[in-house]
């Protein structure tokens, strides 16, 4: 994004001697966590500077390395994510004119992240979205979460899958991709049981990024995981999104209480704001949502499986997001509480409507609501579920 990425310049040439640079592409693979001593990150940092997947080191958090890998596909569109809280921390993208800027909010250092944005491009657990009065219950066991949002708990609490370090697993053979592996102790957060949690980022020569969640656990718990990447399609922080244009295959959404908790009712999106099923730009109705869009979408799903459930374009720009899941349920936040505070790297303030985020779930409160899709994992089941963002130009 401008002002965002240092890497916002028309790039010619950088792909040029692809196939050789396949060849050398074919790297070591990484597992971060195990390099304990310098000589061994030496030599697992074996990358050309144009290889398929880029690793380099980008600073250390609570005593553990923490890296900024950087994903290309065949077009020499790129990707990079730190295993800082598994942000995706640019997605540098060629407009119509076909300059190049990234098309999501971040910094280029890990010190903009350490100032606790909210949530820009990352992975969210151990529950994303919220949880009244932080409390849920298993069969007759109450567990207490940190209320991090008003009365309630948001995002997994004090310090989320957000804000800790992944271990990594880099991977060069067919499109470039990153395995994150997390272990979320017994308690931490108040949640009940060890998660495993694994979430591989692959880049596709079709410019889609794959988010492929996996979680096990030894005791009864809930998970919720999603990427909380903020989009604006113009690759400008300073243009709002207001004139983006938004498709949503969803006839209901669930209302909410002031404090942003699901009321339990599946409301029709007939008739309202919220009817997004046709596209419309963001900013023809949102004067008439209260606090601005920050609610979930009940998808309508046709099957099983991952399906494509948002569209959103921009003119200016001509590019379009596609979102495809297989979750139930998407949480369209429009950058409300985004006040100007923060400011890109390049210094320029991002203020509200700066950008938005599409981030694909089960419902707000779940734990709490026994009538939507249930989030608890068992010992022995497996949670798995696949989110995909792909970015094109518009026909
Ligand atoms: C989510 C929530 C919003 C807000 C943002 C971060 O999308 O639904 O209410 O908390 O995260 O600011």
């Keep these: 994004m401008a002002g965002l990425s240092s890497k916002n310049k028309n790039n010619n040439g950088y792909m040029k001697n692809w196939h050789q640079l396949f060849i050398v592409s074919i790297m070591v693979t990484t597992l971060a966590a195990a390099c304990n001593n310098a000589e061994e990150k030496k030599e697992t940092v074996t990358a050309a500077p144009e290889a398929k997947l880029k690793q380099e080191k980008w600073g250390s958090v609570d005593g553990k390395d923490v890296y900024l890998y950087t994903l290309t596909n065949k077009s020499g569109a790129e990707v990079t994510i730190t295993n800082y809280g598994g942000i995706v921390t640019s997605w540098v993208s060629p407009d119509k004119n076909g300059i190049k800027s990234s098309v999501v909010l ?32 298993i069969d007759t066991a109450t567990y207490t979460l940190a209320k991090n949002n008003g009365a309630n708990h948001l995002h997994g609490g004090d310090k989320g899958f957000d804000k800790v370090v992944w271990d990594a697993i880099t991977q060069t053979t067919g499109p470039a991709s990153l395995t994150l592996h997390y ?161 890109t790297s390049g210094g320029k303030a991002i203020n509200k409507y700066a950008a938005l985020c599409l981030e694909t779930q089960h419902f707000p409160d779940a734990p709490n609501q026994p009538a939507f899709p249930s989030t608890i994992l068992k010992p022995g089941e497996k949670y798995h579920t696949i989110t995909k963002y792909k970015i094109s130009l518009n026909k």
Aim: without cysteine.
């Design 106 to 137: 971040g910094f280029d250092s890990l010190s903009g992240y350490l100032a606790r944005p909210p949530y820009f491009g990352a992975i969210i657990g151990r529950y994303g979205n919220r949880i009244a009065k932080g409390s849920f219950k």
């Design 183 to 343: 272990l979320s102790k017994d308690g931490e957060e108040g949640y009940p049981g060890n998660l495993k949690v694994n979430v591989t980022y692959t880049f596709t020569d079709d410019n889609e990024l794959n988010m492929e969640y996996s979680a096990e656990t030894d005791k009864p718990t809930v998970v919720n995981l999603t990427n909380h990447s903020y989009f604006n399609l113009t690759g400008d922080p300073s243009t709002t999104i207001l004139n983006h244009s938004l498709q949503v295959n969803a006839d209901r959404y669930t209302p909410v209480d002031k404090g942003l908790i699901p009321t339990g009712e599946l409301k029709d999106v007939k008739g309202t704001p919220f009817d997004f099923l046709q596209p419309h730009t963001i900013g023809e109705r949102i004067a008439a949502v209260d606090g601005g869009y920050d609610h979930n979408f009940v998808l309508t799903k046709k099957e099983k499986g991952v399906e494509l459930v948002a569209t959103l374009s921009d003119s200016l720009s001509g590019r379009k997001l596609e979102v495809f899941t297989e979750e139930p349920g998407l949480q369209f936040y429009s950058g409300n509480f985004l006040d100007g505070t923060i400011k």
